[in-house]
């Protein structure tokens, strides 16, 4: 049987990179987003993909897109959270609070409704199981300086992924979180520019390519039933993460 993943945030970055990786490995594969003609251009035409365009901060809209992936394959086997915001660099008195809601709608509470989204078709469908992977961060761990919104968005996602992972064992669906660190994506490529750090200075950081991130998580998605990765860091090798700050 075909496999399934939705993507989320699927229609730029690690989003596209990993959407075409699974395409070509013979997935079908929905694509999540706000955007349709970026949506299409990481689908690439390809008969497997699945064009799903909406905002994963809406409940409902999470739900019907759910659905139409449910009516269309039958079944999903994984999905990965993936769609995300950032803010500039700015310590915490300099942050408007409804920009600091705004990040955590789209890196908290998406991840929340497409994993609750998962959660009941995997655990409805018959055999039943799947997999959630959830993208987390270098600053689930550490953060950058003037990333408050950023940095707590991710440390919740951990506490997401955690308890997901407890509370599907007795449904045979398996959680796991990727932290990435430094990827050649949109939201990451000022790093390569200089970004501030910890000691004040600006400097560029090393970089790494976009589908290493996909590989990793391709992966994750082939391990068998009753395996699981449940935390994975993927990085730059030279990225000041350890030893940061």
Same mark, same amino acid.
């Given at each position: 049987?075909?496999?399934?993943?939705? $993507? *989320? =945030?699927?229609?730029?970055?690690?989003?596209? @990179?990993? &959407? /075409?990786?699974?395409?070509? !490995?013979?997935?079908?594969?929905?694509?999540?987003?706000?955007?349709?003609?970026?949506?299409?251009?990481?689908?690439?035409?390809?008969?497997?993909?699945?064009?799903?365009?909406?905002?994963?901060?809406?409940?409902?809209?999470?739900?019907?897109?759910?659905?139409?992936?449910?009516?269309?394959?039958?079944?999903?086997?994984?999905?990965?959270?993936?769609?995300?915001?950032?803010?500039?660099?700015?310590?915490?008195?300099?942050?408007?609070?409804?920009?600091?809601?705004?990040?955590?709608?789209?890196? $908290? *509470? =998406?991840?929340?409704?497409?994993?609750?989204? @998962?959660? &009941? /078709?995997?655990?409805?469908? !018959?055999?039943?199981?799947?997999?959630?992977?959830?993208?987390?961060?270098?600053?689930?761990?550490?953060?950058?300086?003037?990333?408050?919104?950023?940095?707590?968005?991710?440390?919740?996602?951990?506490?997401?992924?955690?308890?997901?992972?407890?509370?599907?064992?007795?449904?045979?669906?398996?959680?796991?979180?990727?932290?990435?660190?430094?990827?050649?994506?949109?939201?990451?490529?000022?790093?390569?520019?200089?970004?501030?750090?910890?000691?004040?200075?600006?400097?560029?950081?090393?970089?790494?390519?976009?589908?290493?991130?996909?590989?990793?998580?391709?992966?994750? &998605?082939?391990?068998?039933?009753?395996?699981?990765?449940?935390?994975?860091?993927?990085?730059?090798?030279?990225?000041?993460?350890?030893?940061?700050?």
């Amino acid at each position: 049987m075909t496999k399934t993943i939705l $993507v *989320t =945030g699927a229609g730029s970055g690690i989003g596209r @990179a990993t &959407a /075409r990786l699974f395409l070509a !490995n013979g997935w079908r594969v929905g694509l999540i987003g706000r955007r349709a003609d970026a949506l299409s251009d990481s689908a690439e035409a390809h008969p497997n993909a699945l064009i799903l365009q909406g905002d994963v901060t809406h409940a409902a809209t999470v739900e019907a897109l759910f659905d139409r992936a449910m009516n269309e394959w039958g079944r999903l086997d994984l999905v990965f959270n993936n769609a995300g915001r950032n803010l500039g660099a700015n310590t915490i008195d300099q942050i408007a609070p409804d920009d600091f809601r705004a990040v955590l709608d789209v890196n $908290v *509470t =998406g991840v929340f409704l497409c994993a609750r989204a @998962a959660f &009941a /078709r995997m655990r409805a469908q !018959n055999p039943q199981g799947g997999r959630i992977i959830n993208n987390g961060s270098i600053s689930a761990h550490a953060p950058r300086p003037g990333s408050i919104a950023y940095t707590a968005a991710k440390h919740a996602v951990t506490g997401i992924t955690r308890t997901l992972s407890l509370d599907g064992r007795p449904f045979n669906i398996a959680c796991g979180q990727i932290d990435i660190g430094n990827a050649m994506s949109g939201m990451a490529d000022r790093m390569a520019k200089g970004v501030p750090q910890a000691d004040g200075s600006i400097k560029p950081e090393a970089m790494m390519d976009v589908s290493v991130v996909a590989d990793t998580l391709f992966h994750m &998605a082939s391990l068998p039933d009753g395996a699981n990765v449940p935390f994975v860091t993927v990085m730059a090798t030279n990225m000041p993460f350890i030893g940061r700050g």
